[in-house]
T-cell receptor, first 111, second 115 residues
Framework: SQKIEQNSEALNIQEGKTATLTCNYT??????LQWYRQDPGRGPVFLLL???NEKEKRKERLKVTFDTTLKQSLFHITASQPADSATYLC??????????WGAGTKLIIKP | EPEVTQTPSHQVTQMGQEVILRCVPI?????FYWYRQILGQKVEFLVS????????KSEIFDDQFSVERPDGSNFTLKIRSTKLEDSAMYFC?????????????FGPGTRLTVT
């Protein structure tokens, strides 16, 4: 079955720098991969979706890449701000349309 | 902007009791979901619901769980006889369709504490 791996250790980044988070999956390449943000005690909030035929997707300060050869997606936040501090979750739909989630990476932006 | 709402925000119950968690999905969405997240762990899919019936369910969603759409707006998750290990955040979500290109919109969650 499909598994998603995200860095379990928190990522500490200085304000203004670019944060890069990694999502690796183990089996077949999904047609779409999604990234969500989750704040403590809150539900996930959708950020970006990237299709397998897209190398890169951007939205304001966010950028997602998708490498089906490496079975990896990278999520970048440029010009990071303390308000970007949260847990970022990678998710993809398996063959049954269920969303499978990574455990998330906690991002801490230090002023 | 439309949003998914959930009530209550926090539910405390004794082991063996029944609980009903309530959700109001976004009005023009067709698919509804329940997820749970045990503290410090990953989000886990429980069940999806479409056209008044269960579309998919996970191994977690056993006979103790049931879902219902009792009217045109509410979507409920019932746990018949709660166990300590049911303590978790329960999130409701909805999406316009179920295809992989559709994002899901999550509610704020209900924190269930079973004592």
């Amino acid at each position: 079955s499909q598994k998603i791996e995200q860095n379990s250790e928190a990522l500490n980044i200085q304000e203004g720098k670019t944060a890069t988070l990694t999502c690796n999956y183990t089996n077949y390449s999904p047609a779409y991969l999604q990234w969500y943000r989750q704040d403590p005690g809150r539900g996930p909030v959708f950020l970006l979706l990237i299709r397998e035929n897209e190398k890169e997707k951007r939205k304001e300060r966010l950028k997602v890449t998708f490498d089906t050869t490496l079975k990896q997606s990278l999520f970048h936040i440029t010009a990071s701000q303390p308000a970007d501090s949260a847990t970022y979750l990678c998710a993809l739909k398996d063959s049954n349309y269920q969303l499978i989630w990574g455990a998330g990476t906690k991002l801490i932006i230090k002023p | 902007e439309p949003e998914v709402t959930q009530t209550p925000s926090h539910q405390v119950t004794q082991m063996g009791q029944e609980v009903i968690l309530r959700c109001v999905p976004i009005s023009n969405h067709l698919y509804f979901y329940w997820y749970r997240q045990i503290l410090g762990q990953k989000v886990e899919f429980l069940v999806s619901f479409y056209n008044n019936e269960i579309s998919e369910k996970s191994e977690i969603f056993d006979d103790q769980f049931s879902v219902e759409r009792p009217d045109g707006s509410n979507f409920t998750l019932k746990i018949r006889s709660t166990k300590l290990e049911d303590s978790a955040m329960y999130f409701c979500a909805s999406s316009p369709d179920r295809g992989p290109s559709y994002e899901q919109y999550f509610g704020p969650g209900t924190r269930l504490t079973v004592t």
